[in-house]
């Protein structure tokens, strides 16, 4: 059963903290996205890797930066968080290809206080 | 550019009853449409895809039909279920910045009743 697993479903974080979403994916995809949720404005990308070590960003980068040292990791970070970053977070991996399909995690609701 | 232009929700519909949401893009080349569908406290799973023209794809009773002269992928199923209660995403895949990414309408929740 192939699976994408990110690392925490709630998080609770402080305003100026340092914050790390961890994404792990078992599929050996090349390509995996990290996206966030919001009502009313649906999926946006935030960043987005095609192989280790690359990294492109999406339509909303500010903010956030990410990390793909290994394949099958893809890790994104607030430097420092704010409130309106108070969102859920989606992960995604995909094999290279126009008409393959996304596997997504369940999402991380993060909250900042 | 690349977007994808979906029908407003929330939708609400009696059990059994035809289920319609409307998906238009905008994309440069020949994409691949996609629908997907989030179920309550999960993330988004593939519902059905297609792939050129003319193509329909289906799933779970759900289909949709790649219409290029109109650019539209609308989302139908003759008979709705309780089960059936989530969002839907409309979604395309395209090239953008040296990758294939996928670009998502903004979802429509449907909630179904007994």
């Known amino acids: 059963d192939v699976k994408v697993t990110q690392s925490s479903r709630y998080l609770v974080k402080r305003t100026g903290e340092k914050v790390f979403l961890e994404c792990v994916q078992d599929m050996d995809h090349e390509n995996m996205f990290w996206y966030r949720q919001d009502p009313g404005l649906g999926l946006r990308l935030i960043y987005f890797?095609?192989?280790?070590?690359?990294?492109e960003k999406g339509d909303i980068p500010e903010g956030y930066s990410v990390s793909r040292e290994k394949k099958e990791r893809f890790s994104l970070i607030l430097e420092s968080a704010s409130t309106n970053q108070t969102s859920m977070y989606l992960c995604?991996?995909?094999?290279?290809?126009?008409?393959?399909?996304?596997?997504f995690g369940q999402g991380t609701r993060l909250t900042v206080v | 550019g690349n977007s994808v232009t979906q029908m407003e929700g929330p939708v609400t519909l009696s059990e059994e009853a035809f289920l319609t949401i409307n998906c238009t893009y905008t994309?440069?080349?020949?994409?691949?449409l996609f629908w997907y569908v989030q179920y309550p406290g999960e993330g988004l799973q593939l519902l059905l895809k297609a792939t050129k023209a003319d193509d329909k794809g289906s799933n779970k009773g759900f289909e949709a039909t790649y219409r290029k002269e109109t650019t539209s992928f609308h989302l139908e199923k003759g008979s709705v279920q309780v089960s059936d209660s989530a969002v839907y995403f409309c979604?395309?895949?395209?090239?953008?910045?040296?990758?294939?990414?996928?670009?998502f309408g903004t979802g429509t929740r449907l909630t179904v009743i007994p």
């Open positions: 994309a440069t080349g020949y994409p691949s």
């Open positions: 995604a991996s995909r094999l290279e290809g126009a008409s393959t399909e996304a596997f």
């Open positions: 890797s095609y192989d280790v070590k690359m990294k």
């Open positions: 979604a395309l895949s395209a090239m953008s910045a040296g990758a294939n990414n996928l670009f």
